[in-house]
């Protein structure tokens, strides 16, 4: 099946990776809040009218973009955007580049729902063995803010968790309301903050931790988990 090729203000990518190392390129080159160059941001508000909540985003026009770290996710930097009447908000290119199912969605607010817990384990972990340490799956040293990931360790992945928590309350995701678009908001969230603290406690039931090298848990660990989907 041949693939069909993505054009962003006037470019040509092969391939949705091509697109999306070229927008990571672009990310990189700024420091936090520094405003994008006018041939950047003619690239960057081309792809924002692929966002499902473009029209949202954009409001009444925009002014300029800059880059800027995640308050949650600190190893994480995204695009932000200043409206003409200055009021800003943040905006996802992934988003952009593929829509997002409500599952998805729900899966987000899901870590979001544990991401304190889970950057108070990384800490912990360090503190405990000492830096650098090593990755068990990789062999490969890490360190607290180097290329360390925590990951859910099989048979009770983040999305098994996530799964299996579904079943359990009988939900419909279609039916479970979120804070997704609104302004400033970098993550997604539960409206319903008691369904929030029941997937909280399943999960700190259910998981077992650890700390991991990035390129594990982006590559080998996805694969298993994969995998184990399918089965």
């Not at 199912?101 to 889970?118: E, Y």
């Not at 804070?179 to 700190?204: I, P, Q, S, W, Y």
Request: glycine content about 4%.
């Amino acid at each position: 099946m041949t693939r069909k090729p993505y054009i962003v203000k006037g470019k040509l990518f092969k391939t949705q990776k091509e697109l999306r190392n070229y927008i990571r390129n672009i990310r990189d080159v700024y420091l936090d809040r520094q405003r994008l160059s006018q041939d950047d941001f003619d690239f960057m508000f081309d792809l924002l009218q692929r966002h499902e909540d473009a029209k949202i985003k954009i409001g009444c026009g925009v002014s300029y973009m800059y880059v800027k770290t995640n308050e949650v996710f600190k190893l994480n930097r995204g695009f932000w955007l200043v409206r003409d009447d200055g009021s800003e908000t943040d905006f996802s290119f992934e988003i952009c580049l593929k829509h997002e199912t409500k599952l998805q969605k729900f899966k987000n607010a899901c870590r979001t729902s544990v991401a304190d817990i889970v950057m108070a384990y990384k800490k912990d972990f360090f503190d405990r063995v000492g830096e650098p340490s090593m990755c068990l799956v990789t062999g490969e040293q890490i360190t607290l803010r180097g290329n360390s990931h925590v990951d859910h360790a099989p048979p009770n992945t983040f999305n098994k968790i996530v799964q299996d928590f579904i079943s359990l309350k009988g939900l419909d995701v279609n039916d479970i309301e979120l804070l997704t678009a609104e302004d400033g908001r970098v993550r997604n969230e539960m409206v319903d903050k008691t369904l929030e603290d029941e997937f909280v406690d399943f999960h700190n039931k259910m998981a077992t931790l650890r700390v991991i090298s990035k390129s594990a848990n982006l590559s080998i660990v996805k694969r298993q988990s994969n995998n184990q989907n399918q089965n």
